[in-house]
């Protein structure tokens, strides 16, 4: 009986044993192993790089039912799976997104979690679907007892994400759809998006442009109630300090410049989210940038990704 006892705790431990630690929302989770969620035929596959990490509700995540306050594990996972895929970053947003909302007594829920890539049909599966499969695409609609306009759910979504995201050089995308409003977080490499698909408050052009603009309320959220009575402001082509004829002249020569040729240095920039600041782009007539037949991006307008 005692060599019995012995062989299945053995098992047992096999099992749980603890992968990478990582932290969702105030709670402490571990990566899946092989044998919680065997992926050798891709069906956990984080299809567009976004980083994020395989879970599984069984070994010693046993009993974590709740991902974060708002969102629980049986919202987010596939019901037919135990293992499913997640981002903290991403976890954050949704959450501050959920509180926000809950906050201005419009709650909304997860309509949508994530999906497995293994369930999906590559050829006909909606960009919807491929970001949720990534773990960092989620589907957001209001309880039905809340009469609101899901333009609500975007601004919530715009007014904590894109900084969220930006730190960690990533994008966000939004899809208004009919009744539902689709948020993920992007890879290194995908662009932003601002679409539409059925929903009739906005076409694509004016939802993009009323999607900037709530960025940028975003970004001065919670500095309303700043004295800003003592800072001396500009006037248009104005120079500070008056009488400066160069930023060498003010803060001296550069000690070493940020090339793209610097591939380490470059790629630790971020770009600058807001649209209603004009900053000097004199690369973007250029012939090429950064490599002989690299089109130039005229970044102005709006955030275009964190492609070096």
């Not at 601002?194 to 709530?214: C, E, H, I, K, P």
């Amino acid at each position: 009986m005692a060599m019995l006892v012995s062989v299945f705790v053995l098992f047992f431990l096999a099992i749980t044993s603890s992968g990478e630690e990582i932290r969702l929302g105030s709670r402490i989770f571990y990566t899946a192993s092989d044998t919680l969620c065997p992926n050798n035929d891709g069906r956990y596959n984080d299809t567009k790089n976004t980083g994020s990490y395989l879970l599984s509700v069984r070994g010693d995540n046993y009993g974590q039912r709740v991902i974060s306050t708002d969102i629980l594990t049986d919202y987010w996972k596939s019901p037919s799976h135990n293992c499913y895929r997640a981002h903290p970053t991403f976890i954050d947003c949704i959450q501050h997104v959920l509180s926000d909302l809950k906050t201005q007594r419009t709650r909304a829920i997860i309509y949508s979690g994530y999906k497995a890539w293994g369930d999906l049909d590559p050829v006909t599966a909606t960009d919807q679907e491929i970001w949720a499969s990534a773990g960092t695409g989620v589907e957001l609609m209001y309880e039905k007892s809340v009469t609101a306009d899901i333009s609500g759910i975007a601004e919530a979504v715009l007014r904590y994400c894109p900084a969220k995201f930006e730190r960690i050089q990533r994008n966000i995308g939004i899809i208004m759809q009919a009744t539902s409003v689709h948020v993920h977080m992007t890879g290194p490499d995908d662009l932003p998006s601002f679409l539409v698909d059925g929903y009739t408050g906005f076409n694509t052009a004016a939802f993009q442009s009323w999607a900037l603009t709530r960025i940028d309320m975003g970004l001065d959220y919670g500095l309303s109630n700043l004295d800003c009575s003592n800072i001396n402001t500009l006037s248009t082509n104005q120079v500070y300090p008056t009488g400066a004829t160069s930023p060498e002249a003010v803060v001296g020569d550069v000690d070493e410049a940020i090339t793209r040729d610097n591939a380490t240095d470059f790629n630790t920039l971020v770009q600058f989210l807001r649209h209603d600041v004009e900053i000097q782009n004199d690369e973007r007539s250029a012939s090429w940038c950064g490599t002989v037949g690299t089109a130039c991006v005229d970044c102005r307008a709006s955030i275009v990704g964190n492609q070096p």
